[in-house]
């Protein structure tokens, strides 16, 4: 049964989809590999930290029975405001790229460009600033794959390791299954 809901996918693969600050960055010929490996390093650190804030605030994980579940609630809530005003700071204090909608996933990525646009096999780095609580974008190097005339870039990554790579399908999935549940939600 259609249920109204369209699964993202990006090189045939579930993706992730949202409206966030992107930038490219030209990278020299070859890749350093030295730099592909800080990027992995760092990225690794990135998804971690989204993955366990994406695990605050689950209502369906408390138990409702505890007798300190209201209290731990009230403590998740006051952490994720705390989180939510740091990330203001941090805007605040770091300016970042322009937001954009963007695709992604482990192979690649697409997403709208403003002029001037990256030329049509060049390599790059694509810095992804998934959370406003979070310092470091993702950065995630390969080569432009396709430029349309009204800006919609796609890159295909070069290798990435595995731990980002399964860091990254989770992400598509949590995503996917948060707007499934959305959907799936009855309404009030």
Not at 15 to 23: I, Q, S
Not at 153 to 182: C, I, P, T
Request: net charge neutral; hydrophobic share 45%.
């Amino acid at each position: 049964m259609y249920e109204g809901l369209d699964t993202v996918v990006l090189y045939e693969e579930l993706a992730y989809e949202d409206v966030l600050p992107v930038a490219w960055k030209k990278l020299p010929e070859p890749f350093d590999p030295a730099l592909i490996g800080s990027y992995a390093d760092r990225n690794l650190r990135v998804l971690q930290a989204l993955a366990a804030l994406d695990e605050h605030g689950q209502p369906e994980k408390s138990d409702e029975s505890s007798p300190h579940a209201a209290d731990i609630l009230r403590l998740d809530l006051k952490v994720n405001l705390l989180l939510d005003m740091v990330g203001a700071l941090l805007v605040a204090s770091r300016p970042r790229p322009r937001a954009s909608s963007i695709r992604f996933n482990a192979l690649g990525g697409v997403w709208q460009a403003t002029a001037p646009f990256p030329e049509l096999g060049s390599q790059g780095v694509l810095e992804i600033y998934c959370r406003d609580s979070i310092a470091e974008p993702l950065r995630l190097a390969g080569r432009i794959a396709s430029v349309g005339p009204d800006g919609r870039v796609k890159v295909r990554f070069a290798a990435l390791s595995e731990n980002v790579a399964d860091l990254l399908e989770k992400l598509a999935f949590r995503k996917h299954r948060r707007q499934v549940a959305g959907i799936r939600a009855p309404r009030k």
